[in-house]
């Protein structure tokens, strides 16, 4: 894992550091999930926790102000430190840095009662970020803000602390997978995300021997319950045991001889790597994960996949595959397009909405020709006069 940043490599030997920062109880999964991506993480109390009486509250916006003006005293020399405050905290804070605050190269805010103008504009030298729930005030639009916005719309404040009852998973994922963004910009902290993702392909493509197989793919996996889902057929499972007996049992076994895998295209994010690819094999044995229980059909398959790796701390975290699977059906003879319902042949539907290998084949070799031919069948381009295909 790479750990280059500015002062950190030159000046000091430890992580980048991380201060948070909340009314409420600190962000224990937050916190720990910082570590696992290599920086170094301290909590620092806001001045009165929620619920605190008013009357044992003198002035908590000067004290906290005070604070956060003093963080960079904590820090050896030349070491930079990024904020992730909560709530009132995040109000204050973005307040505070609207000055230069010492060795601050990034601020995320999560769900402020207070936002600064749209049109102010903070510090150059400074990462901004800021988390807002959809159905708590204050709102504001994300294209009119100069600085960094995030709108998380129908949702609660408190969204992304866990433990919490407005807590949301999917939001406080996302809203991390932001975050971890700027905080590695602003550290130049970049790990090899595709290193976890060449791993675990290996594991589960490359070795023949399903218990080998196995053994690698889940060793590329977290230790904390990672997830693998197969969508169109939902298979595979949730925690280290359950996948490597899905993967030695079920997935390396249904790798007939002629599977093949061709990769079309990789992106790579903060901390997901999406792969598109095409898969083709001929269905001359029981194929579990894309066919469970489906006698071989001795039809050639090919269909474009789709997989979402999110990985944490240098380690797989969760794998999602999808696939058109009426085009899988098509091919094996499962679904045949011309089986039109009576009811909806009467209104004038001539075929089923599906294809078969052609969608693969426009992956890789895109043509005019392949484009809109249900629309043409259907007449729905005949006004056209010839645009688009003819």
Known sequence: MSTSGRGFTTFSSRPPRIFLTSPSPPPERTLLDL???GFETTYVPYPYPAGTPIQQQTDPTKAFTTTLKNLHNTLSFGEDFALIAYGAAASIALHVAQKPLPRLVALIAYYPTVLPSPKF?????????????GDSSPVAK???????????????AGFAEEGRVEFEGVEAGLAFSRTLSVVRSAFKHEPDLERVVEENWRGKYDIDVPEEGSRLAVQSMTNSSPHVTILPTLEGGIGRKNLDEFYREFFIPSLVDDFDIRLVS??????????????????????DWILPGVPPTDKFVEIPIVSVVAIRGGKLVSEHMYWDQASVLVQVGLLDPKMVPKRMKEDGLKRLPVTGAEAAQQLVEPRQQRYNGLLKEHGLMDALNGVNGS
């Open 35 to 37: 570590q696992s991506e």
């Open 121 to 133: 504009k903070y510090p150059t030298l400074m990462r901004l970020a800021v988390h807002l729930a």
């Open 142 to 156: 994300p294209e009119t803000c100069e600085w960094k916005c995030y709108l998380y719309e129908g949702i609660l």
């Open 266 to 287: 990789r992106t790579i994010g903060v901390d997901r790597v999406v792969d598109e690819m095409v898969v083709s094999f001929t269905h001359t044995d029981d194929v």
